[in-house]
């Protein structure tokens, strides 16, 4: 027999794939753990159960949380659903707006803001800008490219057809007709712009498949049939911008539906304005990517860079400043971005985190100075059986927590800390489903499904139930009333700071066995915590049978352990109190070592010696452990 012994210090590799059980030569192996759910991993290495989440109102429907902050002061929320937005200020609705995305396209979405103003883009959809002004009304309005007069709008302009299309006008001013040498119009050109030998003109009739009837806003230079004729690439029948972002003073456009290859710069400073001119350095730039692969534009990103990120690779478009003579576009890295829908690239410490295109990896673009480029790292590589099909992600600077949703409501948890080195994943979920996540301020909002039933809630340290609430009362009272969201639900229940019998909730109100003046109630949820089989101790991993000795696990602030040593769950003893005093007193709150002794012999030597698995709604926090082991060979 080998006795020997084992201290886990850091859970920094998160919870590794059960891949990894034969690689106990990882350090990843001796960071990491094989189940950990519904906690945080702190940057020095413990874990803690998760936050609460507290109950903010109901919403309409399915959608997707945008942030909105308009000063560090002034920190709103956008709740996008079935063609309506809410807009909350500290979890308090502002004011609804109507707006004209359906509930099946709004993971289609995409945004950027800039001051007061946020533009939102789909390809199947006139792009929007929703304002707030300095009075602190808000509206939403069709984008308006620059134009100086009522001749001319100085918005992209495209060739759909093929190159030697003609059209040919029956006269040089007033209203003529368009004579296209094929079919290029379709109903939908009713009202579009086109230029003819660069000169506007804007279609009032569409008589057939090869001609319309316009009026010329700018007179044409003849009535000879040309080649020299395009149409404004944003439209109805051409689709309009997939994504959008402002760099270097200039609004980016990176895709549309039938361009979905093509970048479009506005002129520097003048961000509506995307007039080519005759290339000036301050004039707009227009190219598309061509390459050996289908490049469809899925993100645009103003980093060091700007990073463009399309469904088969990541692109790097240099220039400083950008000017049309010396834009440059060079492929870093072939992973490409999700096409079904948009999630918002995040920068975190200088890095862009980024969805693959398999939903199965996320990746970080980082600028190397060695090699002068970006490298694509997977930091989901020992941790891929959490990462499936995401569809929503935001980063937490307070916590240094990136939230990651996933389509089947649970979300992960990525504890990033780059100068550390430290990558580490959790699983959390909730009696319900999780749709979508955002960061405003210091908020991590959720917009979750419980029972049919659409929530705003949001991450509050100070909760340890979900979907809950809190009250106060001078006077003690056993009836709470508010919980009309939480209708016939069971609920678990903290009064005066002791966990009480889980009720049901009845007509929105609650009933205790006893009268108390503090209450938190919502929904439970359960943290889980095994580490790896002891497989990285010399003599251990090959061993017979093993036998866990003794078990001292470091807590902090914890007020309950429920642990188990190879024969079930049991509930330790962290203060040695009578159960009176238990009963009425409040939960003291435990820093320090609890050692724990262990029998009976583990025949299975890759199977945990230990396991944390705890729903009461209580505080906790594991440090380290250390373990004496002896093996059996």
């Known amino acids: 027999m080998v006795k020997t012994s084992q201290i886990k210090t850091t859970f920094t590799a998160g919870e590794v794939s059960p891949n990894l059980l034969g690689r106990g030569d990882l350090r990843a192996y001796e960071n990491g753990a094989l189940q950990l759910r519904n906690v945080f991993i702190q940057p020095t290495g413990g874990v803690t159960r998760?936050?609460?989440?507290?109950?903010?109102?109901?919403?309409?429907?399915?959608?997707?949380?945008?942030?909105?902050?308009?000063?560090?002061?002034?920190?709103?929320?956008?709740?996008?659903?079935?063609?309506?937005?809410?807009?909350?200020?500290?979890?308090?609705?502002?004011?609804?707006?109507?707006?004209?995305?359906?509930?099946?396209?709004?993971?289609?979405?995409?945004?950027?803001?800039?001051?007061?103003?946020?533009?939102?883009?789909?390809?199947?959809?006139?792009?929007?800008?929703?304002?707030?002004?300095?009075?602190?009304?808000w509206s939403i309005s069709d984008w308006t490219f620059y134009s100086p007069d009522a001749t001319r709008i100085y918005q992209p302009m495209y060739k759909f057809s093929d190159s030697a299309m003609t059209?040919?006008?029956?006269?040089?001013?007033?209203?003529?007709?368009?004579?296209?040498?094929?079919?290029?119009?379709?109903?939908?050109?009713?009202?579009?712009?086109?230029?003819?030998?660069?000169?506007?003109?804007?279609?009032?009739?569409?008589?057939?498949?090869?001609?319309?009837?316009?009026?010329?806003?700018?007179?044409?230079?003849s009535i000879s049939p040309t080649v020299d004729w395009e149409e404004q690439s944003f439209s109805s029948v051409r689709?309009?911008?997939?994504?959008?972002?402002?760099?270097?003073?200039?609004?980016?456009?990176?895709?549309?539906?039938?361009?979905?290859?093509?970048?479009?710069?506005?002129?520097?400073?003048?961000?509506?304005?995307?007039?080519?001119?005759?290339?000036?350095?301050?004039?707009?730039?227009?190219?598309?990517?061509?390459?050996?692969?289908?490049n469809a534009i899925r993100g645009v990103f103003s980093g060091r860079h700007l990073q463009v990120f399309t469904s088969g690779a990541e692109w790097m478009v240099t220039g400083d400043p950008l000017t049309p003579g010396n834009v440059q576009i060079k492929r870093q890295t072939r992973v490409g971005s999700m096409v079904d829908r948009y999630i918002a690239p995040i920068d975190v410490d200088g890095a862009t985190l980024f969805v693959a295109r398999n939903g199965q990896e996320l990746r970080e673009f980082v600028?190397?100075?060695?090699?002068?480029?970006?490298?694509?790292?997977?930091?989901?590589?020992?941790?891929?059986?959490?990462?499936?099909?995401?569809?929503?992600?935001?980063?937490?600077?307070?916590?240094?927590?990136?939230f990651l949703v996933r389509d089947d409501g649970k979300f992960a948890t990525l504890t990033v800390y780059r100068a550390e080195s430290v990558a580490a994943w959790t699983l959390h979920d909730t009696a319900g489903d999780v749709l979508s996540v955002s960061v405003a301020g210091d908020d991590v909002f959720f917009l979750t499904r419980r029972n049919g039933q659409y929530f705003l809630e949001s991450f509050d340290d100070a909760l340890a139930l979900d979907s809950a609430l809190t009250g106060e009362t001078g006077t003690p009272t056993d009836v709470w009333s508010g919980l009309d969201h939480l209708?016939?639900?069971?609920?678990?229940?903290?009064?005066?700071?002791?966990?009480?019998?889980?009720?049901?909730?009845?007509?929105?109100?609650?009933?205790?066995?006893?009268?108390?003046?503090?209450?938190?109630?919502?929904?439970?949820?359960?943290?889980?915590i095994e580490p790896l089989p002891p497989g990285n101790i010399t003599d251990v991993g090959s061993a017979r049978a093993v036998r866990l000795v003794e078990a001292t696990f470091r807590l902090q602030n914890t007020a309950a352990l429920q642990l188990d040593l190879g024969r079930g769950l049991n509930d330790v003893s962290l203060r040695k109190l009578g159960e009176d005093e238990i009963l009425n007193a409040p939960i003291p709150l435990v820093s320090g070592d609890?050692?724990?002794?262990?029998?009976?012999?583990?025949?299975?030597?890759?199977?945990?010696?230990?396991?944390?698995?705890?729903?009461?709604?209580?505080?906790?926090?594991?440090?380290?452990?250390?373990?004496?082991i002896i093996a059996n060979r």
């Open 50 to 137: 998760r936050a609460g989440l507290r109950y903010l109102d109901k919403v309409s429907g399915a959608g997707r949380l945008i942030a909105f902050e308009f000063n560090t002061e002034q920190t709103y929320l956008l709740v996008v659903t079935d063609y309506q937005t809410a807009i909350f200020a500290n979890g308090v609705l502002q004011e609804t707006l109507v707006t004209p995305w359906g509930e099946a396209d709004i993971s289609g979405l995409a945004w950027t803001q800039s001051a007061d103003t946020l533009l939102m883009v789909h390809g199947l959809y006139p792009p929007q800008k929703i304002t707030r002004s300095s009075g602190g009304v």
């Open 167 to 221: 059209v040919t006008p029956s006269g040089t001013s007033g209203t003529v007709t368009l004579t296209a040498s094929g079919a290029v119009f379709e109903s939908g050109h009713l009202g579009a712009r086109l230029r003819v030998g660069n000169k506007e003109v804007e279609i009032t009739v569409v008589n057939s498949p090869s001609v319309v009837t316009v009026n010329v806003l700018e007179t044409l230079l």
């Open 239 to 294: 689709g309009y911008p997939q994504t959008v972002v402002f760099h270097q003073d200039r609004l980016v456009i990176g895709g549309s539906r039938d361009l979905p290859n093509r970048l479009w710069f506005s002129q520097s400073g003048d961000l509506f304005n995307f007039d080519l001119g005759t290339g000036l350095d301050a004039e707009a730039i227009e190219f598309g990517i061509f390459s050996d692969q289908v």
């Open 367 to 402: 600028y190397t100075d060695v090699e002068a480029a970006y490298r694509s790292t997977d930091l989901a590589l020992l941790s891929r059986h959490i990462i499936t099909t995401p569809v929503d992600q935001d980063f937490d600077q307070r916590r240094r927590l990136l």
């Open 487 to 528: 209708d016939e639900e069971m609920v678990s229940v903290v009064a005066d700071a002791r966990v009480q019998n889980s009720v049901v909730v009845s007509g929105g109100s609650v009933t205790l066995d006893g009268y108390f003046s503090t209450i938190q109630v919502g929904l439970p949820f359960t943290h889980i």
């Open 594 to 628: 609890i050692r724990i002794p262990a029998f009976g012999w583990n025949s299975d030597a890759s199977q945990p010696l230990w396991r944390i698995e705890q729903s009461l709604p209580l505080p906790f926090a594991l440090l380290s452990v250390h373990m004496i």
